[in-house]
């Protein structure tokens, strides 16, 4: 396989390299080893392998741990018996890299081989993919074509039960439908698991959360209403529609499909990240905006109890890279890396609060489901109006999320002053996630 | 026919499609698309009025270590890290203090966007309010402004509402009456004064207590009057107020039954006969515990309660014969009670000789009472001196009350103290439990330039003891001292790696 070429990495920021930590206290570990004599031997190298920062350091083992790093994934390894990840080594060896303390130094063999084992790996995904672009290795074709009509088939009967259901719905008025239970919601989002259609089926079990407020379920109703129909005429719609709707309805596009589409390249900016529990998993939303195409993607990561996030998608950095859109044009899936994440000093794409709106609704008429969209507003201020806060600059205010409460580190970042603030906007209001002051990111 | 606005799309979905005869998937199709454009359509509140900017600092910002530490050390109370260097709130308040005072002796604040995380850790611990100026600037003041839980930095305390005290519950009342207490003593006291008759017993203790603040003679009329109550709990608050004023009737009345009993001159003693229904008006308890005769209980009671200055100052260089341990406990409680450090200083050995002696639990509080009244500059070297002895003896004296006085950081003197009496001890398999509270305060106390130090006497334990639970409290002690010293070290740095990004 050829090697990538990167001659020149751009060193990290030790925030960058603490933000990949797990947890604080793998944080302190990690600064109080970079300085110790623990340290047997350190090395950058980059000569006949990807670029690695590798180090062997002392441990409580007889032998020193191996630690390695490929910092164009970044890909770690360590033979230390720490089941965080990555560990305190792992994290110091590259604290000490970004504080200047490695030097350039011939690859030793371990490290050779290591690298030889993950290029193999590597390399055999590569394969998988240029099959899945190829439209799968023949032989199963037949048999899923088969799957899917019967699929299709299973879920057109489901949301025509869901259309007649909304119909009901409306029959004896909002007022008495607020009252019900989650039990209510429950029985028709089973029905329509059954039916293979669970993306419909979280919209409607999502319902029991408005009870309170009859404006909302409305709207969250017509537009169940809009799914259920379309989806009647599904052939009808325009292709982009058409499967933005079959996503959200819940038919799956599996990844090899994704990454088979025509990826985008550009230095993707990390705007922020943010984590949300559903059921026993917790949800890692991480936004992206294009630096030169201005294009939002979304990057979902997903972490079971006691599990660690394993991205590397550190918010204030960028990240050159080929991405491959979901057919909503939103969610993406990191197809090929052209070089490590470097740090990032400011957001080339940012509007004032009007221009933003309108971009919002435009995706909004390209996928009427849409329910987060990433915001970076140029210039605003946060301005308490009465109980809740708003970002205003002179086109506008959008307000915060009441959910996210006062948002006080924001007011004390801004002291009254216009600031950049990149958040995600949902139905409810605008959550912040990052600000710049200058050059300097601050996390929200 | 004009195209339905949201209100009405949204009465028709309220009175339902079974009274109404719409139809149901019209209506929805309508909702569908009504909703969709209120939401990209959504009305941009004119942006209102902008508070006036924060006043600009120019002061330098911190290192990314520093910063990073501050941000770790404020985050929420109750956190409870294991195998973290900082253990409880206790100890991560007081790194915050240690944390703010070097950054401000280096003139630094903590990065803006944690100045709202250091005033809310201000308002819940008050021994940080004094850094908020220095550490958190102007910005801490103008966020102050736009927040009622932050206006405690603010020199004036919020003036309570006075209908707190017409219709409040007690704890509120009790807050209003402090609060004006402060601002206008005699006004606080006439409000008590005119209501005091009215109110419920439960009430007026805690009531009363408000009088601590300004406490003057002028108050004294309403404490006599308050000798009389019939709750004991209103009595006792009445009494501590009293003992405080020296020129009070109640101080004159104590005297005077203290110097009929003893003789400053001769050091004759003549402890009084009997409890009468004046001496328990004025405190003195009739009946004493177990072990002590009713005179002498009786002296040590009036004593107790007595202002020292009417007792000349070598009272305690004449030999008192066989009352001489009376007469020093009860000059020994009156010289915790009135906070004298001269009388404590004087008193402190005897009494800590009779700890030793005697082991009664009721000397050994007396004993950590007058250490909390004893001058600051003693605290040192008396701590120096208990440790000489070994760390079970000082335990049993309370030594980890006078370290805990003892201003931090330690002088090397306390230092090598402490550090020959762990080695010590533990080198003999002494008790674990006897080195907790010592290795937990001098984690917070010692200079951090002792770190290393800690660390060595934790890793020679581990060698030598593996198992002893000791180790663990000698191993924190060092991570949390070499925790310190990192903390001062980065702050020290300033802020260098700004450079490379």
Known sequence: ?444 | MSAPTWPDVVAAALVGTARSGADADALLDTVAARALRRRAGLPLAAAGPLPPPAPVDETPTLGRPAAARIADLLEADGVRRSGSPVRDTAGRVEMIAEWSAAAARGGRRVPAELVPAFLEAARRHRSLRPWVAPVAGPLAGWLAAQRVEWSYISDQPARPAAAAWDFGTTAQRVAYLGAQRHRDPGGARALLAAAWDAEPPEGRAALLGTLAVNLSTADEQLLEQALDDRRRQVRDVALDLLARLPDSAHAARMSARALAAVDPATLRVNPPAGCDRAMRRDGVAPRPPAGTGERAWWLEEILARTPLPVWPRDLLDRDAGEWAPTLRRGLARAAAAQGDGGWAAALVDWLTAEVVARRQPADRLLLEALYETLPVDDLAARAATALRDGLIGATDVGVDRVLARCPAPWPPAVADAVFRALDDHLARGGAAWRVTAVCELAALRLPPGQAPRAAALAQRLHDAHPRDAAVASVAHMAAALTFRREMLAELAAGPTEETDT
Not at chain 1, 25 to 48: I, N, P
Not at chain 1, 54 to 69: A, K
Not at chain 1, 88 to 117: M, N, Y
Not at chain 1, 124 to 133: C, D, F, I, L, P
Request: charged residues 25%.
């Open chain 1, 1 to 444: 396989m050829p090697q990538p070429v990167v001659s020149d990495v751009r060193r990290w920021s030790a925030d960058q390299v603490l933000s990949l930590a797990p947890d604080a206290s793998a944080q302190r570990a990690a600064r109080a080893l970079a300085g110790d004599k623990a340290w047997c031997e350190v090395g950058y190298s980059a000569d006949d392998v990807p670029p690695t920062v590798w180090g062997l350091c002392q441990g409580s083992d007889v032998q020193p741990y191996q630690t390695c790093v490929d910092l164009t994934e970044p890909a770690f390894r360590c033979t230390c018996p720490s089941r965080k990840f990555p560990c305190k080594h792992t994290l110091s060896v590259l604290l000490r890299w970004a504080d200047e303390a490695v030097a350039a130094v011939p690859a030793p063999q371990w490290v050779r081989e290591w690298q030889a084992a993950r290029a193999e790996t590597v390399s055999r995904a590569e394969r998988q993919e240029e099959v899945a672009r190829n439209g799968g290795e023949g032989s199963g074709r037949a048999a899923s074509d088969k799957a899917a009509t019967r699929r299709a088939t299973r879920v057109a009967a489901g949301l025509a039960e869901l259309d007649r259901w909304l119909a009901d719905q409306l029959r004896g008025g909002l007022a008495g439908l607020s009252r019900l239970g989650s039990a209510h919601w429950e029985a028709m989002a089973a029905r329509l698991v059954d039916a293979q259609a669970p993306g419909a089926a979280r919209l409607v079990r999502n319902l029991a959360d408005y009870a309170g407020d009859p404006e909302r379920l409305l709207t969250e109703l017509g537009l169940l209403r809009l799914l259920a129909a379309g989806f009647q005429r599904l052939d009808s719609l325009p292709p982009a529609l058409a499967a933005t709707l079959r996503l959200r309805v819940g038919i799956p596009v599996g990844a090899e499909n994704v990454l088979a589409t025509e990826p985008v390249r550009d230095r993707w900016q990390i705007l922020g990240a943010h984590d949300e529990p559903e059921g026993d998993l917790i949800v890692r939303r991480v936004w992206l905006r294009g630096a030169t195409t201005g294009r939002a993607a979304l990057v979902l990561s997903f972490a079971g109890p006691f599990q660690v996030f394993s991205t590397d998608l550190v918010p204030g950095t960028e990240l050159d890279a080929d991405l491959c859109f979901y057919p909503e044009h939103v969610r993406v899936l990191i197809k090929h890396r052209h070089a490590p994440a470097a740090p990032l000093t400011g957001v080339d794409w940012r509007l004032p609060v009007d221009a933003a709106m309108r971009e919002y609704a435009e995706a909004l008429a390209a996928d009427p489901w849409l329910e987060r969209w990433p915001m970076v507003l140029d210039g605003v201020v946060p301005v308490e109006a009465g109980r809740s806060w708003s970002l205003d600059d002179e086109t506008g205010g959008l307000p915060v999320d009441p959910a996210v409460g006062a948002p006080w580190r924001l007011v004390a970042a801004a002291g009254g002053r216009p600031l950049t603030v990149a958040g995600e906007w949902s139905a409810t209001g605008l959550r912040p996630l990052s600000a710049w002051v200058g050059d300097r990111l601050i996390r929200l």
